[in-house]
Structure formats: C-alpha cells, structure tokens
C-alpha cells in the first residue's frame, strides 16, 4: 500500500517562502513521476509543477520563476519551493505521483490529502 504524505504548508505573508515536502511510502519499484497539483475554492485543480524520470521538469506558466521543484530519489521524497509567494498562490496544494508498484504491472497515479497554502496580501 502506498500512501503520499504532504507536509510543509501553512500561512505566509506575500513575497515569502514556503517549502512544501511530499514522502511517498510503501512498496515502490520505480517512480516515472511525482509532482504538485493545487486547487482554490470554486476551481479546477491544475497542475503547478512535476518532474517526469528520464525527462525532467515542467512548472505552469503562473509560477514559472518563483516555484522549483526537486526530488529525492533515495527518499521518495519530492518537494516544492515556492518563492515570492503572491495571494493568488493560495490553495490546497496536492502531491501526485505516477509510481509501478511491481514489476510487470502498469504505472498507477497517487494522491496525497492536500495542504493547505495561505499567502496575505
């Protein structure tokens, strides 16, 4: 069983910084990608960056300059830095990842529970 934990989100005032962390646990074989979805009241949820194996990086255009994402291979860890931080960046922010749990069986997405990001204006 595979579970993604989020962590790392709270209140922070415009032009700040927070650095959100997302550990998958269980039984991996490989991940092809992991990533951060976001979704404010009354929204679509829509994708903020992932980072693909073998492939590299993608941020939306919003956040492109403000937002890097890295990851742990080692840990299964992936994470969000999230500079200058602006109001509109406030949402739930969701940790995705497309993981093969076995050998011989098809990649299958994950989601985690969300956290909750706050900017102030």
């Known amino acids: 069983q595979v579970q993604l934990v989020e962590s790392g989100g709270g209140l922070v005032q415009a032009g700040g910084s927070l650095r959100l962390s997302c550990a998958a646990s269980?039984?991996?074989?490989?991940?092809?990608?992991m990533g951060w979805y976001r979704q404010a009241p009354g929204k679509q949820r829509t994708l903020v960056a992932v980072?693909?194996?073998?492939?590299?990086?993608s941020y939306a255009d919003s956040v492109k300059g403000r937002f890097t994402i890295s990851r742990d291979n080692a840990k299964n860890t992936v994470y969000l830095q999230m500079n200058s931080l602006k109001s509109e960046d406030t949402a739930v922010y969701y940790c995705?990842?497309?993981?093969?749990?076995?050998?011989?069986?098809?990649?299958?997405?994950?989601w985690g529970q969300g956290t909750q990001v706050t900017v102030s204006s």
């Open positions: 995705y990842a497309n993981l093969q749990l076995r050998l011989g069986v098809r990649e299958l997405n994950h």
């Open positions: 269980g039984s991996i074989f490989s991940i092809n990608a």
């Open positions: 980072i693909i194996s073998g492939s590299g990086t």
